[in-house]
């Protein structure tokens, strides 16, 4: 069984930071591409960024400047560095990753319980 439990999130005025972290967790062979999505109410859950194991990044060009995702391997844990925040980032962010469970196993898509971040003065 794999678990991403997420955490940092919370309320926030505009143009402050928040950092969010995901932690994997169980029994595993590997995790490839990580990533971080956000649901607002009302709208359908977006990719805010991702990384792959070697480090390349991919962030929406909503957040682009402004959020920064890191991830260390040896602790399975994948970030999201927020500044600047806007109330336009108001959302439940979830985090998941591509997760084999074996060599021989198939790669499969484990998601976080999310975590809600408010920006609002």
């Known amino acids: 069984q794999v678990q991403l439990v997420e955490s940092g999130g919370g309320l926030v005025q505009p143009g402050g930071s928040l950092r969010l972290s995901c932690a994997a967790s169980g029994s595993f062979f590997t995790i490839y591409t990580m990533g971080w999505y956000r649901q607002a109410p009302g709208k359908q859950r977006e990719l805010v960024a991702d990384?792959?194991?070697?480090?390349?990044?991919n962030y929406a060009d909503s957040v682009k400047g402004r959020f920064t995702i890191s991830r260390d391997n040896a602790k399975n844990t994948v970030y999201l560095q927020m500044d600047l925040l806007k109330p336009e980032d108001t959302a439940v962010y979830y985090c998941?990753?591509?997760?084999?469970?074996?060599?021989?196993?198939?790669?499969?898509?484990?998601w976080g319980q999310g975590t809600q971040v408010t920006v609002s003065s």
């Open positions: 998941k990753g591509a997760v084999l469970l074996s060599v021989s196993s198939l790669l499969g898509d484990y």
């Open positions: 990384i792959t194991r070697g480090g390349s990044t």
